[in-house]
């Protein structure tokens, strides 16, 4: 996550370079020193951006955010570029464990994405769309290394779209980049330096923290803004970066290595180097000197092969389902954490993560009941937005019979799903699966139905000249509950394959049905994409289907004598409490209990896992008022 200033006050100890070139004969196209370790979510990110710069300047910033198609296409292109050069890729490595003490940053960064959007929605009532066709992204393949280019004011108001590093994922693990895409146990940062000190290599990053670890003696750090692709004939072009080695940084400062610098600027972001360089040298007083071991632990060594402790036979596992499998098997405080990705929403309408709570239900009480958790864990705390705050929700597992019935009950509601709907393709199957469940949850919370013209356009492209924030609200109610899907078969996947005691009972059938969940590049295509043309007639009557499916859900009682009808799961949950999350230093507040009763809970039942035989009504409780 980076310390500030750090990069800034060592850079003139950077050295220019050329990496290499795709001139086979050049001399810098086989070095072979120059072997590549990429920190994943870094990469992600400054392709995104590299991307949203090259937008046209007539777009609104709701269009201009680059589609998950257009990232990863990008990402593969980057990547090509950088082969073509004679440079090899050994790893990229993406986070799948953030350690406890980094939980107030997290909070942090969801309170400050909603304080942005806040501020982006009150200063845009709607958006116009451009009249004429975006011109940007021309040249794909020069644009991403263009450094002259810099996003535009007018697109900075948005956070980054919320699926972006499950999207690049995807990406790669469809790709000749595969093999060596690693989701690791821990921060990327860490294997990144601990492949670079193995190698000798060189680490692309966009965070500082890569200048604190130990890269070993010829281990270097290359920041992606830093990268500039020169051309040179028709043909030919090379790529030149300034090279960030630590030991000749620490050489450079009369130092042994940069930690204790880092550390004291950490402590003192106002210190001037010169003065950090005196204190690097000082003593350490006792608690001081405890603070700096921590610190030093933090940006310790750590072992490559643990890399391979989160590979799936079947897929890579987003970050955030593998950090709650590893929080599983390594609970530090007894409770097991999900920060949940920021959406593009209207914030000041219900989140629209309230969408499919019963969804990610099923997928926590299959991890809980096959995954070896201890019959006392019985719940998982969700973090997101609630109103204008960063809370976290309580969730608890459901029993065992509970769960096999909810799990039989939607899998035969894909089935009639599937079977009514043969010629459409999987990804517009899906979305109607989707919109059920968002319908469903707009009649269980009182609400009305969204109108037949925003679902129409919310699953088949929007072409009006105008988006509506209730566009907006109801492209990322979808999105969640698709993105719930994808977490409940990423979990059965994990479990189908590390676990047996009788995980093949629950996972196999349900698995079998989710196995053409699309990728997301195909499940979102973008806001004025047309995926499929249907007849008006067609369209009619599927949201006719939705609409009966989702009264259907609403008015189901999953008890024994009533589970079996066609009815899709409803969204109600084991919900105990709302909190808002703590800012750091304040006094905890108290738990807000909530007690309104459910009687149709898609993950309710007497749970020797969970709370009474009284459940809670997840509508009344975290839609707004």
């Not at 370790?37 to 710069?53: K, M, Q, S």
């Not at 440079?87 to 940053?105: M, N, S």
């Not at 109103?387 to 065992?400: A, G, L, N």
């Amino acid at each position: 996550m980076g310390i500030p200033r750090l990069r800034g006050l060592l850079e003139p100890y950077f050295q220019p370079s050329t990496l290499g070139c795709n001139n086979q004969e050049c001399k810098d196209h086989n070095a072979s020193s120059k072997l590549v370790v990429i920190d994943g979510p870094g990469l992600a990110y400054v392709i995104y951006y590299r991307l949203l710069a090259w937008k046209s300047p007539h777009l609104n910033a709701i269009d201009a955010q680059p589609t998950y198609e257009e990232i990863c296409v990008a990402v593969l292109v980057f990547l090509e570029v950088l082969t073509s050069c004679g440079l090899k890729i050994e790893h990229i490595y993406f986070d799948g464990f953030l350690p406890t003490a980094k939980r107030p940053v997290r909070i942090s960064r969801l309170e400050g994405y909603l304080k942005q959007m806040l501020v982006f929605h009150a200063n845009h009532k709607d958006f116009r769309r451009a009249n004429h066709q975006d011109d940007s992204v021309v040249d794909t393949f020069r644009n991403l290394f263009d450094l002259s280019r810099q996003v535009p004011p007018k697109f900075r108001g948005l956070p980054a779209v919320p699926f972006l590093v499950p999207a690049v994922l995807d990406s790669l693990a469809d790709s000749n980049y595969a093999a060596i895409t690693q989701v690791v146990p821990g921060e990327a940062d860490s294997y990144c330096a601990a492949a670079a000190r193995a190698l000798g290599g060189i680490v692309l990053t966009s965070d500082s923290d890569l200048l604190v670890h130990d890269l070993g003696p010829a281990g270097a750090v290359v920041f992606f803004d830093h990268l500039e692709l020169v051309q040179y004939g028709e043909e030919h072009y090379q790529i030149s970066a300034r090279i960030a080695q630590s030991s000749q940084i620490a050489q450079g400062l009369d130092l042994k290595d940069c930690c204790r610098f880092a550390f004291e600027l950490k402590e003192d972001s106002s210190a001037g180097i010169q003065e950090l360089q005196r204190r690097s040298k000082s003593n350490l007083q006792t608690d001081r000197a405890r603070d700096f071991e921590y610190f030093r632990e933090e940006h310790g060594e750590v072992s490559v092969d643990d890399a391979t402790r989160l590979s799936s036979p079947v897929e890579l596992l987003d970050p955030r389902i593998s950090e709650m499998i590893l929080q599983c098997d390594e609970r530090s405080d007894g409770s097991l954490h999900m920060y949940m990705p920021f959406l593009i929403e209207d914030p000041t309408r219900s989140s629209a993560w309230n969408i499919s709570v019963g969804l990610r239900t099923i997928a926590y009480s299959i991890m809980a009941h096959y995954g070896g958790l201890p019959q006392q864990q019985q719940s998982i705390l969700e973090h997101s937005r609630r109103d204008t705050r960063i809370v976290s929700v309580e969730i608890h597992f459901t029993d065992s019979t509970s769960l096999l019935r909810n799990v039989e009950l939607l899998n035969t509601q894909l089935e009639v799903l599937w079977k009514r709907y043969p010629s459409f393709s999987t990804a517009i199957i899906w979305q109607i699966f989707g919109m059920i469940e968002v319908f469903s949850w707009h009649l269980g919370s009182g609400r009305s139905f969204p109108s037949h013209r925003i679902a129409v356009k919310a699953i088949w492209g929007n072409k009006d000249a105008f988006i509506s924030w209730q566009d907006i609200q109801l492209s990322a109610q979808l999105h969640a509950a698709l993105y719930s899907v994808r977490m409940l078969k990423q979990v059965l996947n994990y479990i189908s394959s590390h676990y047996e005691r009788g995980s093949d009972t629950i996972s196999l059938p349900l698995l079998q049905r989710l196995k053409n969940f699309p990728l997301l590049r195909d499940l979102f295509p973008g806001n004025d994409s047309t995926t499929v043309v249907v007849s008006d007639a067609s369209v009619g009557s599927i949201f006719d289907f939705i609409r009966n499916s989702a009264r259907r859900q609403a008015n189901t009682e999953l008890d024994d004598e009533g589970a079996g009808g066609s009815s899709l799961p409803s969204n109600s949950d084991h919900i105990v409490s709302v909190n808002e999350t703590t800012p750091r230093g304040t006094i905890p507040s108290k738990h807000k209990k909530l007690k309104r009763q459910s009687k149709n809970s898609i993950a309710n039942g007497p749970s020797s896992k969970g709370p009474p035989k009284q459940t809670n009504n997840i509508y009344g409780m975290l839609s707004d008022n």
